[in-house]
């Protein structure tokens, strides 16, 4: 799924090729809004809050999207084959000088943008956003204090914005077990802010990079190397499916560098090679395509 430092660029983009700019065409290719039209409305601004996208127009409309496991934003010059296909899309805004295609579009709704507040309001403090509040943050992870880390972290109520990777990344980087119980995590506030710190340094490269390292395959410390050795101590990567909310997501770690509570019945020898995200995403009955947005305005 893409995390929010993905999605927040994405905004960025879209708002450079779309800000006042007016709306020429639009088609909603949903069922619910199959016949709305924001012709002739000018886009006001692209922002990011959380996961969550919000295209607000000049007319007080937001159009609200999330990429969920592999939507995706395009975009175009006029005439410009698209590189996805059209089945796939789920809205199309067409302006003179750029066309923008949302496709495989998680959540793709209108709404007044003064009702914003229904579908992003119960969103906790945005890692990138300018709401961010690193106290309130830590509070809200800390109000369940047994739940594990590794949970919390994803729990978008609490702090807007980290996904699974992130989550992996950060509790290596820390030498925190992702098992461990909230309220026995040693500095909680130094661990969010070292988060918010790497995200904003990836936000505009478009990609994630957590190891300094860009080259294939050296990018992460922990995320999608179950089996491999840890670039620190030697020992093999561990993976394990984690509850998070109500689905379970899969976790990375390694026992080593960060001791304290693993899942029940987990030994090093049950861990296996990672089988990358392609084999992952299968196995949950889809294939993993690239989210985010991929052209940036020239």
């Known amino acids: 799924m893409p995390e929010g430092d993905t999605v927040h660029l994405t905004a960025a983009r879209l708002h450079s ?23 002739g409305q000018r886009v006001r601004e692209v922002i990011a809050r959380g996961k969550h ?7 007080g409309m937001t159009l609200h999207s999330h990429l969920k496991m592999e939507g995706a934003w395009h975009l175009y010059r006029p005439g410009q084959r698209w590189r996805g296909p059209a089945f796939e899309a789920r809205v199309v805004l067409v302006t003179e000088p750029w066309t ?28 990138l956003g300018p709401d961010w509040d690193l106290e309130e943050a830590a509070r809200r992870l800390r109000a369940d204090a047994e ?15 980290p996904g699974n990777s992130w989550k992996n990344e950060i509790c290596f980087l820390r030498g925190v077990s992702p098992w461990t119980p909230v309220g026995e995590v040693v500095d909680l ?11 904003e340094v990836n936000r505009m490269i478009g990609h994630q990079v957590t190891t300094g390292d860009t080259r ?28 998070a909310g109500a689905s379970e997501r899969v976790t990375y770690w390694c026992p080593t560098c960060q001791p304290g509570p693993a899942p029940v019945g987990h030994t090093a020898a049950s861990a296996r090679p990672s089988p990358g995200r392609k084999a992952e995403a299968a196995a949950r009955g889809g294939t993993r395509r690239r989210a985010g947005v991929s052209t940036e305005p020239r």
């Open 17 to 39: 090729a779309l800000v006042g700019r007016t709306l020429v065409s639009t088609d909603f290719r949903v069922p619910r809004f199959a016949n709305a039209d924001l012709t």
């Open 53 to 59: 996208l919000l295209l607000r127009t000049e007319a």
């Open 100 to 127: 923008a295609v949302g496709f495989r579009l998680g959540i793709c709704e209108l709404l007044a943008t003064d009702r914003e507040h229904e579908v992003v309001g119960h969103l906790g403090p945005d890692v």
């Open 147 to 161: 739940r594990p880390i590794g949970a919390a972290l994803l729990d978008q109520r609490a702090i807007a914005g």
């Open 189 to 199: 506030e130094a661990m969010l802010g070292l988060l918010k710190r790497m995200m």
């Open 216 to 243: 294939r395959g050296r990018t992460h410390w922990v995320a999608d190397r179950a089996g491999e050795p840890c670039r620190r101590c030697g020992a093999p990567i561990q993976r394990a499916f984690q509850a």
